[in-house]
T-cell receptor, first 112, second 111 residues
Framework: DTEVTQTPKHLVMGMTNKKSLKCEQH?????MYWYKQKAKKPPELMFVYSYEKLSINESVPSRFSPECPNSSLLNLHLHALQPEDSALYLC???????????FGPGTRLTVT | GESVGLHLPTLSVQEGDNSIINCAYS??????FIWYKQESGKGPQFIIDIRSNMDKRQGQRVTVLLNKTVKHLSLQIAATQPGDSAVYFC??????????FGAGTRLTVKP
């Protein structure tokens, strides 16, 4: 298995909702990442997990809460989002922090 | 401040021609560089990488060149095909294993 999967593909949520994005990989990678990508812009790093521990938090608002339950799974819990949080949320994984990242297809999030 | 940038936001080439996409960076401490391809509606796809102890690396139809003196990275695609049409991002390792992406270049291949 050489891919990163993300669910759901699309998500529409209100500003008072709580939802979660899920990411999974079975490549034995020990580093996993969340990125946010707005239209016509490059991906922006949000969080990095290395060996299931949070390694980097790029000053992301607390309404985004990451979780790494095990080495294959990465979640992003969403609560009280704003319309400007609408974007494509990309998950990636890599063998370790010093290797190329493999990206999932993303979750297209719309906050209404 | 530090930045990652590309010389051209768009590039249009004829099918069969070679393409060159450029990337300038300013963090002299960066030691790992990657090129990604992103097609519409998909996540970025790894193309090729290079570490700072090298100045050239070749893959299938692609070559990455690194000039650390002028902090410049380029991606060369040989015999460009319609399937190469996409947005291409350079990315580099910043401080503390933070990967940062350039603004992207949209490559359009004309048949």
């Amino acid at each position: 298995d050489t891919e990163v999967t993300q669910t759901p593909k699309h998500l529409v949520m209100g500003m008072t909702n709580k939802k979660s994005l899920k990411c999974e990989q079975h490549m034995g990678h020990r580093a996993m990442y969340w990125y946010k990508q707005k239209a016509k812009k490059p991906p922006e790093l949000m969080f990095v997990y290395s060996y299931e521990k949070l390694s980097i938090n790029e000053s992301v608002p607390s309404r985004f809460s990451p979780e790494c339950p095990n080495s294959s799974l990465l979640n992003l819990h969403l609560h009280a989002l704003q319309p400007e949080d609408s974007a494509l949320y990309l998950c990636a994984s890599s063998h370790s922090l010093s290797y190329e990242q493999y990206f999932g297809p993303g979750t297209r999030l719309t906050v209404t | 401040g530090e930045s990652v940038g590309l010389h051209l936001p768009t590039l249009s080439v004829q099918e069969g021609d070679n393409s060159i996409i450029n990337c300038a960076y300013s963090n002299s401490a960066s030691d790992y560089f990657i090129w990604y391809k992103q097609e519409s509606g998909k996540g970025p796809q790894f193309i090729i990488d290079i570490r700072s102890n090298m100045d050239k690396r070749q893959g299938q139809r692609v070559t990455v060149l690194l000039n650390k003196t002028v902090k410049h990275l380029s991606l060369q695609i040989a015999a460009t095909q319609p399937g190469d049409s996409a947005v291409y991002f350079c990315a580099l390792r910043w401080d503390n294993n933070d990967m940062r992406f350039g603004a992207g270049t949209r490559l359009t291949v004309k048949p």
